[in-house]
């Protein structure tokens, strides 16, 4: 038997070499997955959410409002609202939105946008 | 293998679900965002619920352009002569809070201007730019409303000056700030966050970490900075980028200065800190007003007044001033090139 692989008591270099892996993937989780652009959209419409959509796949949304129809669309890794029935066209003006945390609603057809990554940078936004 | 076993138990906990609830509703013809932080769903789901009725009836109790609200009511008799009337005595508690409020702005908060309020556009639910009438506003401005001319006695009231027409616009949200905060305590949650339109109220904090806000850039879809807004503070911002119009290239927002009866030019953004106090939401939703509309050397002064120490102003060229004490607690996520530290 001798030669032949064997699973017995890890050597101290196998543990070294595991735990170094280990120190590397965590600093990698760490540090890639707190500074990335978004990686979804969330849409609400009233007080539920609509529908949390992937930024990776370019699309149309259209959706039904209290007031009207509004279009977002997904294009590029970004999302913004695109037409709106609503008078002042706030939401359309705010444009692309592509990093995590930003935000934009349309207040009359109760429709809102938030990008979303692994972890949000605040709880709540002053506005 | 047991690093492994070990490593994954750690990752898959990190993974795990906090016991945050959030829900999102739309009331005072705006975005009202409740987290409640370490109690079961079912108890966060309840109290949130009561949260959002008791906002309700504010809502409807003190709307400034429905007709049959409480203080549409008394609008109308303000209008008619001096004959005190009933009033309820929250609504009495809250004239006379305004009344204190509008006193120590010198004026500038004054929820009295109603009727101009009413001419620039801004109490409709959806608004759109209007015909200015320069000689409607002048007359406006001339016939002077203010708080003090109202005469609250025994839950009732009436004005010595027909022109006072109340809107709550500027004080209603920080009272129901103020109003979620007890009726939180009273039910025993120890972490949560409000926010109604923007003004944000805290409670507790965020499991081992403080609450954060994100202050929202004037002229930018995203956060410019953040601060943690610990147990009892509340903040609020004044800007000219949520409810606005334009004509002929001009911007006309929704904060009427009282003086000249125009909407304020020089500011974009004035955000205040606030600590805990049982008038906190108020103060949060009030105490921007009379900075935004001061002359940029007498903002300092205007805070003082209201005994707001923390402020940060962004004024119309997109210039940041802050005060030395907000300065300490603003964590930039986008820097201005320059600031001023007052």
């Known amino acids: ?127 | 293998m047991r690093f492994l076993v070990l490593f994954f138990a750690l990752i898959l906990s990190a993974c795990g679900k906090e016991p945050l609830v959030q829900t999102k509703s739309y009331v005072f013809g705006t975005l009202v965002d409740i987290s409640i932080y370490g109690e079961t769903e079912e108890k966060a789901h309840e109290v949130t619920s009561q949260i959002l009725q008791s906002f309700q009836r504010l809502h409807h109790q003190y709307h400034a352009w429905q007709s049959d609200s409480e203080l549409s009511k008394l609008n109308q008799t303000f209008a008619a002569g001096k004959q005190p009337v009933e009033i309820s005595p929250e609504l009495a508690q809250m004239l006379a809070q305004a009344q204190t409020l509008s006193k120590e702005s010198q004026d500038l908060f004054n929820p009295a201007i109603g009727g101009l309020i009413g001419a620039w556009g801004f109490q409709r639910d959806e608004f759109s730019p209007v015909e200015i009438n320069d000689l409607t506003i002048q007359k406006l401005v001339q016939a002077n409303p203010q708080m003090s001319d109202i005469v609250i006695k025994d839950n009732t009231a009436f004005s010595t000056n027909p022109s006072v027409k109340i809107d709550l616009g500027g004080y209603a949200k920080g009272y129901a700030l103020d109003l979620a905060l007890a009726e939180l305590q009273k039910q025993g949650v120890k972490n949560a966050l409000v926010n109604i339109g923007g003004n944000i109220i805290a409670l507790g904090q965020h499991g081992d970490k403080p609450w954060r806000v994100g202050i929202q850039h004037p002229r930018n879809p995203k956060p410019m900075a953040t601060v943690d807004l610990l147990s009892g503070w509340a903040i609020g911002t004044s800007g000219d980028y949520q409810r606005y119009f334009e004509q002929a290239g001009k911007r006309y927002c929704h904060i009427i200065d009282p003086r000249s009866g125009y909407p304020a030019q020089s500011t974009q953004a004035v955000t205040v800190l606030i600590s805990p106090s049982p008038q906190a939401g108020v103060l949060s939703d009030v105490a921007s007003k009379p900075i935004f509309l001061s002359a940029p050397d007498q903002r300092a002064n205007a805070a003082k007044a209201m005994g707001v120490d923390h402020y940060l102003v962004v004024d119309a060229e997109g210039k940041v001033t802050l005060s030395a004490s907000m300065n300490q607690r603003v964590h930039w996520l986008a820097k201005p090139e320059k600031i001023t530290v007052q």
């Open chain 1, 1 to 127: 038997m001798k030669g032949a692989l064997r699973w017995g008591k890890p050597l101290l270099g196998d543990v070294l070499v595991i735990l170094v892996g280990l120190i590397v993937v965590a600093y990698l989780i760490k540090s890639l997955w707190h500074n990335e652009q978004a990686a979804k959209l969330q849409i609400r419409l009233g007080d539920k959410i609509y529908s949390t959509y992937s930024l990776d796949q370019n699309r149309t949304i259209d959706l039904q409002g209290p007031i009207g129809i509004t279009r977002i669309v997904i294009a590029d890794g970004r999302a913004r609202f695109a037409s709106s029935p609503c008078p002042n066209q706030y939401c359309v003006h705010q444009g692309w939105l592509s990093h995590k945390g930003q935000a934009a609603f349309c207040l009359p057809n109760q429709v809102s946008l938030e990008l979303l990554s692994g972890e949000k940078p605040f709880d709540s936004l002053n506005y």
